[in-house]
Every structure is written in C-alpha cells, then in structure tokens.
C-alpha cells in the first residue's frame, strides 16, 4: 500500500535524552514535512525538505534535527534543547509546489 | 499578525443545520489553498482543495476571496458525523512548498 509510515507511534523519552522519529513515505513525494501539535491547538511547522538534501526551518525549529539523505525517509531528532517536547509529531508528504500534503498517523511523544 | 487565521469556536449547532467557517491568510502571494478535517487525536486529512472559481463537494462549498484574502467552508445539511475540527491550509510563498496551517475550528453537530 502506498503510504507515509511513522514510528514508534508512542514514545516515552526522559529528561535530557535525544529520540529520533522516524518518517516513511513510498509516494515518491518530493517534498517532506514535520509538524508538531500540542492538545486543542492548531499544526506549527517544525522542518519540511522540498528535495533530498535540503531542508528549511520552519516555525519552531529550535531543539530540532532533521535529515534528507534518501527521498522516502526524513527523520526528526528531538534534541535535549527542546524545552517541552510532549506533543504530537505529524509527518507528512507533497509532490510539492503547493500541492495537496498527506499525512502519516503521527507520533505521541511524552517526555517523563 | 499571523500567517493563517481561523475563528477557533467551538461551533455547536443543530443536525441539518448549515454551518460556515472563515479563514484569513497574511501572505497575498498565496497560490495554494486547502480544507482539512481533523478528528480527535487523528491526523488531518484533506477536506477539498480551494480553487478561484470556488468549487463543491456534496454538501461542502469552498470559497476563495483574493481581494480580502481570506478562504471559507460551508456545510449544508450539517451531519452528526462531520463533528471534527476543520484546519485552513495556505501555502507560504516564496516557497511554494511551505503549507502553513491555520489553528483550527472546531464544530459539534448535536441531535
């Protein structure tokens, strides 16, 4: 099934440690998003890629990583930086230039 | 002032009843324009695209207004199963490809 898979859909993370969400799309969508949600609140932009091997901030980048170095992959590390990281974690994918953006199921990260 | 702006609600209204959502954006170099609905802890998923010329789905109707930079959704015959939350989606040029969302609406359509 074509598709943008994340994982792990639940994550625990202490205090101070680094975690990595992992972000797969078989779409052959060039263009990669990341978006954070936070309870009763709206999408922030967090990173998106438009091509592999590049990547722009977006709104809320701070405490974030991101990489491109596949097409179908853009995985987000969230950084001991990040202040308050629980939240929803939303991939999602665009053949880009505007178009229509899919998303995958998200990821629940708690910081404990 | 913020990229996209949307009345937050929550709306609550009468099955069967119609029902519209405003959203304005700040870019005016926006090309691209979507709905989204989102339900409780799921992830969005794309509503209709929002086209000059207006354009429908059923009961959905959206709008675009240039001039006054602003987008809406309307719903007919409201059905108890379009409660949801309903994001306005923007793109932020230059980059065509940055899609900022709006902070949602949220409806409940009551019995």
């Known amino acids: 099934d074509g598709g943008i898979t994340q994982s792990p859909k639940y994550l625990f993370r202490k205090e101070g440690q680094n975690v990595t969400l992992s972000c797969e799309q078989n779409l052959n969508h060039d263009a990669m998003y990341w978006y954070r949600q936070d309870p009763g609140q709206g999408l922030r932009l967090i990173y998106y890629s438009q091509i592999v091997n590049d990547f722009q901030k977006g709104d809320i980048a701070e405490g974030y990583s991101v990489s491109r170095e596949k097409k179908e992959s853009f995985p987000l590390t969230v950084t001991s930086a990040q202040k308050n990281p629980t939240a929803f974690y939303l991939c999602a994918s665009s053949p880009g230039g505007g178009n229509t953006i899919y998303f995958g199921e998200g990821s629940w990260l708690t910081v404990v | 002032r913020k990229e996209v702006e949307q009345d937050p609600g929550p709306f609550n209204v009468p099955e069967g009843a119609t029902v519209a959502f405003n959203c304005t954006y700040s870019?005016?170099?926006?090309?691209?324009f979507f709905w989204y609905r989102q339900d409780c802890r799921k992830e969005p998923k794309l509503l209709m695209s929002?086209?000059?010329s207006g354009n429908e789905d059923g009961r959905f109707t959206a709008q675009l207004n240039r001039a006054s930079q602003y987008i809406s959704l309307l719903i007919r015959d409201s059905k108890l199963s379009d409660s949801a939350t309903y994001l306005c989606v923007v793109n932020n040029p230059p980059s065509a490809s940055k899609i900022i969302f709006g902070s949602g609406t949220r409806l409940s359509i009551r019995p």
């Open positions: 870019n005016s170099a926006s090309q691209s």
């Open positions: 929002v086209y000059s």
